[in-house]
């Protein structure tokens, strides 16, 4: 049998449930567990999608009109260097690791297992659809885990090749794709899991963190939220213009850690905006309609609310769009109020508000008065101001003289904070997202002091001097 599962289900339907306990039953004969086992998965899931890399580039394509490296860098091939990672290391991961003893302890040893937490929910949105089903997916095989995949509907090319590559690799006891919209993640959140990881933004993620509050399943949630991006007085202009203007537009602006809005410095201002025109021209020329290295906007439904947030804005550069070509231009804004709705949410597309500010103090300030934002990116070439930034403004992870970069080191955790989310993922984070941390105290019973043992009477003052 095939692990795809296209129909379209509601709460009450009992397949989900005959699922479940098929997952349950497969989950507790320990088949998923052995390391050679583990591996072995891995290796067949990059095949697998080594096998399919042309089909996963065309549906991206079609879905999203992504440019083939831009979803071979940040979808398959970031998958491959995941997956590589982890089988690296996997078997030092799955090693239990032994910690010190407290003397009170003695004689004893101590040790943390890792276990799988055993049947897991994944489900993903549609800006990277492949790679943010496929990323968690590798930890949770790391950590032993099965799985239900639940990609997003709004990317349904991709959704369809996910649910084809999966079900044709393995069986669905272990892993099951189930395809659908928000009746279907709901019909999913409605059962009980012991483990659910979300991606997508933050008023999903609330629904997704009440369902699992019915069974106190614990969760990750990778939500969004508006990145800062601060150009000091100090920083090289050039490299700015060209690292904002990539992590900005790639994908269009469909990326959850790019820079949602620009803080720069009032002294270099002008020459900053005039940098970055001049790059989106020599990236993507006088039209950038024309260019095969620039995405387009998910759905139609996108496209209207980003054309919503430009009245009101003076377009520095861009503005040009076309509805049903679902394009909208690299666009850079000024004049933007704190509270217009630019500021509001999280853009999600290829429009930048930018701000000049006089000192670093009142863009902090802009910043702090936000949810704590997934990604922050600073450049400057003074130490003492990456550090004062680093310090002292709450963020997910970030990048100095860079944007977005930090995703792509597997031994950095990926996630947010507050409003951007909680828990985080990559490398060994992953394993440990999807791993339970089982505490184990072996005792040795040939030296029992009596000290410990009722009656107390008289070891009070005893006892007293082991905790001080
Ligand atoms: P979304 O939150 O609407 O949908 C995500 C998934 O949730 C889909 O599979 C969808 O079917 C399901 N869903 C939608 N409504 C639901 C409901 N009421 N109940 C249960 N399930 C439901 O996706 P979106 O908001 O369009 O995605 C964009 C957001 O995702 C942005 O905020 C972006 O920053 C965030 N994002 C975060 C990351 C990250 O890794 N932190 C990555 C990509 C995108």
New binding site residues.
């Given amino acids: 049998m095939t692990a795809a599962i296209t129909q379209q289900p509601h709460s009450g339907e009992p397949w989900l449930d005959d699922l479940a306990q098929e997952q349950d039953e497969y989950f507790h004969s320990g088949a998923t567990q052995p390391y050679p086992f583990r591996l072995d998965q891995l290796r067949r899931l990059k095949a697998a999608i080594a096998a399919n890399e042309d089909r996963i580039l065309e549906a991206l394509r079609t879905d999203l009109r992504k440019p083939a490296f831009e979803a071979f860098i940040a979808e398959v091939g970031f998958l491959y260097a995941e997956i590589n990672h982890t089988i690296k290391h996997l078997d030092g991961w799955m090693k239990p690791r032994r910690v010190g003893t407290p003397l009170q302890l003695m004689p004893s040893r101590s040790a943390i297992y890792s276990e799988p937490r055993g049947r897991v929910l994944i489900?993903?949105?549609?800006?990277?659809p492949f790679q943010?089903i496929m990323a968690p997916r590798v930890g949770a095989i790391a950590a032993g885990n099965v799985a239900v995949l639940?990609?997003?509907?709004?990317a349904p090319a991709t959704a369809s090749v996910l649910s084809d590559l999966i079900g044709k690799t393995f069986p669905r006891k272990y892993v099951a794709v189930v395809e659908?919209?928000?009746q279907?993640?709901?019909a999913l959140?409605a059962r009980r899991w012991d483990y659910i990881f979300?991606?997508?933004?933050?008023?999903?993620?609330r629904?997704?963190a009440r369902?699992a509050a019915e069974h106190l399943t614990p969760i990750t949630l990778?939500?969004?939220?508006k990145s800062p991006c601060i150009v000091e007085g100090d920083a090289d202009l050039d490299l700015a213009a060209r690292r904002i203007v990539w992590g900005k537009f790639l994908n269009a602006g469909?990326?959850?850690?790019a820079p949602d809005y620009l803080l720069v410095h009032r002294s270099v201002r002008d020459q900053l905006l005039r940098r970055m025109a001049d790059r989106i021209r020599t990236v993507y020329g006088d039209d950038p309609a024309a260019s095969p290295d620039y995405a387009r906007i998910?759905t139609e439904r996108?496209f209207d609310r980003l054309a919503g947030l430009l009245p009101g804005a003076n377009i520095v550069t861009g503005g040009r769009m076309n509805r049903a070509d679902r394009y909208i231009e690299p666009t850079i804004v000024e004049g933007v109020a704190l509270d217009h709705p630019a500021m509001a949410d999280?853009i999600?597309g290829p429009i930048l508000p930018v701000f000049a500010y006089d000192s670093l103090d009142e863009a902090l300030h802009i910043i702090r008065q936000r949810p704590n934002p997934?990604a922050l990116y600073l450049f400057t070439r003074s130490r003492s101001t990456e550090e004062k930034v680093i310090r002292t403004v709450p963020f997910?992870g970030g990048c100095i003289n860079d944007t977005m970069m930090h995703l792509s080191n597997p031994d950095l955790p990926?996630?947010?904070r507050g409003g951007?989310?909680m828990g985080a993922y990559h490398g060994r984070h992953s394993f440990d997202t999807f791993s339970h941390h089982k505490s184990v105290v072996r005792s040795a019973g040939w030296l029992d002091p009596k000290l410990r043992y009722q009656p107390y009477a008289g070891k009070l003052s005893l006892i007293k001097r082991f905790f001080r």
Avoid: D, M, R
């Fill in positions: 489900i993903g949105t549609w800006n990277y943010l639940k990609p997003s509907e709004l659908g919209g928000v279907t993640s709901q959140l979300f991606t997508g933004g933050g008023h999903v993620g629904a997704v369902a990778e939500l969004g939220g469909q990326t959850c850690v998910i996108h999280e999600f997934l997910g990926f996630g947010g951007s989310g």
